[in-house]
């Protein structure tokens, strides 16, 4: 595996559930992201994992609950969705925090809460 | 509120010169300006990255002029292949701290 991964690509869930997204990323970077994409918005920064400390979460409902175990790993954990919380999930990562570096993307989760 | 500007849409013919350009006006000052290329169902792909004046690479070209509040994206002799949406990343200022933030994206619709 190359690159940064997503799974799973695709995830319907009720409104009730629990489920996790999960991003790896094999690039040896320091930095994780998490993105929001919903139709016609731009893209949103959830959350910023730098050295595996998050430093950005940008006032996101608690509802979404980010996880980073080490340099490589990556969680969103999701519980009692809403469904305007439907949108692509993207997980980036870069050589370190901050838009001054390249931030690799991964192909993302397709969420569909029901 | 720290926002970007961008077209929404554009449209060019294959051969063309394409310029997209992004208004940014509170731009960190010691932050890079990047453009992202994205595909449906793809996350977004970097293209280019500068801090000012112009800056070439084997894809594309950015102009930045000396008060860094706008950039502008261009792509020589586009193909079918380059319809995408084009979107500008910056660290914006934001309640006291940089925020990366993306513009919504410019839908390039290149035809033959």
């Known amino acids: 595996e190359t690159g940064v991964t997503q799974t799973p690509r695709h995830l319907v869930m009720g409104m009730t559930n629990k489920k996790s997204l999960k991003c790896e990323q094999h690039l040896g970077h320091n930095a994780m992201y998490w993105y929001k994409q919903s139709a016609k918005k731009p893209l949103e920064l959830m959350f910023v994992y730098s050295l595996e400390e998050r430093v950005e979460n940008n006032s996101v409902p608690s509802r979404f609950s980010p996880e980073c175990p080490n340099s490589s790993h990556l969680f969103l954990h999701l519980h009692t969705l809403q469904p305007e919380d439907s949108a692509l999930y993207l997980c980036?990562?870069?050589?370190?925090?901050?838009?001054?570096?390249?931030?690799?993307f991964g192909p993302g989760t397709r969420l569909t809460v029901t | 509120l720290a926002k970007t500007t961008q077209p929404i849409s554009m449209d060019s013919y294959e051969g063309q010169e394409v310029n997209i350009t992004c208004s940014h006006n509170n731009i960190a000052t010691n932050d890079y300006i990047t453009w992202y290329q994205q595909f449906p169902s793809q996350g977004p792909r970097f293209i280019i990255q500068?801090?000012?004046t112009k800056v070439t690479n084997e894809v594309a070209s950015l102009f930045i002029p000396a008060d860094r509040k706008s950039s502008t994206l261009s792509l020589p002799r586009v193909s079918l292949s380059d319809t995408a949406v084009y979107y500008c990343l910056v660290a914006l200022a934001s309640g006291g701290s940089y925020i990366p933030t993306f513009g919504r994206g410019t839908s390039l619709i290149v035809h033959p």
């Open positions: 980036a990562s870069s050589q370190d925090g901050g838009s001054t570096y390249e931030q690799y």
């Open positions: 500068g801090y000012k």
